[in-house]
């Protein structure tokens, strides 16, 4: 059932691309701002039963609907899985911005690409040049791969029904909005937000990181993934961009030169500088990642089968 649900959210995904901003990120947000909104006290302990409310309450009354709706036909959970999981994940949350970007730097046309940059990025691109526009554009689809599809893909897998893409995305959003709201009020009401994702995000991390090493030069995303991720700020996420730039043999992380200002940022990946060329292998990479993804789900299927 994983595969085929798997399978008809990639066709539904070509065939109606969603406005993942509009449906299901501001929507999710304005869930998230509620809940903080009435429970944030700036104490850790509020932010613990916000939290729970917040992302805990919606995975229960997933897994109820799902019960509900497997019980009186299979099919009907299957409709569920393809639904929530075309909400939660998938390719054309980055795919769109990633590709007219490379259209742009490969016309030499430095001005759009930094528009679609900072469009997709929400970051200042003033004055960025096409290395510095590719590399943060690999970056951005890595870490998008990860967290849109791969992740949550283990999670869906992981626990029955769609409670697992439910759990991650919302753990996602609540974190990111929560945090952005604590670096302004100085409180602890986001801890315990920021340390069960994660938790959530630990082994996803590591196999999204394993699965580009398996199908990109494995020797150097090995290595980049034991010397380089600490230096990052977000360790597990360094770990998978890591591991990413080492299978492609391409440089990430490292400085950018915004106008006048100088971004410090820990060196990723080994090889020769980002280009647009490189964002085309970045797309390779990603896509034999997704058929391993697929394989594997064959024959752990297949394996159900047979037991």
Not at 218 to 240: H, K, M, N, S
């Amino acid at each position: 059932m994983s595969l085929l649900s798997l399978i008809a959210v990639f066709l539904i995904e070509q065939l109606q691309p969603l406005d993942y901003r509009r449906v299901v990120a501001e929507p999710l947000g304005a869930w998230a701002d509620f809940i903080e909104s009435r429970f944030n006290a700036g104490a850790y302990r509020h932010g613990v039963l916000a939290w729970c409310l917040a992302v805990l309450v919606p995975v229960i009354l997933v897994a109820i609907a799902y019960g509900l709706l497997h019980a009186l036909n299979p099919l009907f959970g299957l409709a569920l899985n393809v639904a929530v999981l075309y909400l939660t994940m998938g390719f054309r949350q980055f795919s769109h911005h990633y590709t007219e970007i490379q259209l742009a730097l490969r016309n030499g046309d430095l001005e759009r690409a930094r528009q679609l940059l900072a469009e997709w990025q929400g970051v200042s691109t003033y004055n960025l040049g096409s290395e510095d526009i590719a590399r943060l554009s690999i970056e951005g689809a890595l870490a998008a791969s990860h967290r849109h599809v791969f992740a949550v893909l283990l999670w869906f897998v992981l626990l029955p029904g769609p409670c697992g893409a439910v759990l991650y995305r919302l753990s996602s959003i609540v974190r990111e909005r929560w945090a952005k709201l604590d670096a302004v009020d100085r409180s602890d009401f986001s801890l315990f937000s920021a340390r069960v994702f994660g938790m959530i995000d630990w082994l996803p991390s590591r196999t999204t990181a394993s699965a580009f090493a398996i199908v990109g030069d494995f020797e150097d995303a090995a290595y980049c993934w034991r010397t380089q991720p600490a230096q990052w700020p977000d360790r597990d996420l360094g770990i998978v961009l890591a591991a990413g730039a080492g299978a492609l043999g391409v440089q990430l992380g490292r400085p950018v030169v915004d106008g006048v200002e100088v971004s410090d940022r820990a060196e990723l990946g080994l090889g020769d500088p980002a280009d647009v060329d490189f964002m085309q292998s970045a797309v390779g990479l990603v896509w034999r990642a997704t058929v391993l993804w697929m394989l594997l789900l064959f024959l752990l299927g297949l394996a159900t089968l047979v037991g």
